[in-house]
């Protein structure tokens, strides 16, 4: 593919204005390892001050409304989150998901609205562990991908649209359990997504990033990443300190 590796923290929601302190020291690792790009999605609370205290790494917020602006109490919009400082969205994680009721088409709407407003996507997708064991996780996913991706012009006013738009799989169990996929899985999947893109938006799905996510660590970060289309990595839990990040950061 290319790509140098990119590696995205999703701090949940962890964090206040003493976390800056963890998001500048793993800047200074991101600053002396220009091969790895990295990027960290705080709380939209932190977005604006974290954006101000980094200087080499994407800050990029964990959701967005599908709308512009209106009466949706407690919701922030694509535009909102541009204007706070973040140059990316993470959305259809699996906790919003299973907290927030989130649907495939609300995934699918928040995508279009993100990319309209001009920010890239991490758009994540993934299977239960009742899915895989009864050999239904590549066609849950496609499912997903189906009803998920954005429509879009792959090509606008020259820019290539698909280049800012990245797939993050993470299997949700493995999310925050230390249990990962056999790397053959993780190549089998990550090949059925990449047909996915191609069949969807032909050669410019070849542009697409497909990042893994479930438990990554700094010990096991180089083998998954070493893994055929894998561009990356969206990593919770050991994101959330320079002492884990900076190690993966490393690591890749
Ligand atoms: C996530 O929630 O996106 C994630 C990958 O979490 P963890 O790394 O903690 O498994």
Known sequence: MGHRPYIVGNWKMNGT???LAEARAIDRVASKWPQVRVGIAPPHTLIHAMRDAVD???????????????????????????????????LGHSERRQYHGETNPQVKAKCEAALGAGLSVILCVGETEEQRDS??????????????????????????????LAIAYEPIWAI??????????????????RAKLVDTFGENGNEVRILYGGSVKADNAL???????VGGALVGGASLTNESFGA???AA
């Open 17 to 19: 204005r003493n976390s």
């Open 56 to 90: 080499s790494i994407d800050v990029g917020g964990q959701d967005c409304h599908s709308e512009t602006d209106g009466a949706y109490t407690g919701d922030i919009s694509a535009a909102m989150l541009k204007d706070a400082g973040a140059s990316f969205a993470i």
């Open 135 to 164: 050999g239904e996780a590549e066609s849950t996913v496609s499912g997903q991908l189906t009803s998920c991706l954005p429509e879009i012009a792959v090509e606008e006013e020259g820019e290539s649209v698909s280049a800012r």
């Open 176 to 193: 925050g359990t230390g249990r990962v996929p056999s790397l053959d899985e993780i190549k089998a999947m990550h090949a059925s997504i």
């Open 223 to 229: 083998e998954i990443l070493s893994c055929d289309e």
């Open 248 to 250: 993966i950061i490393i």
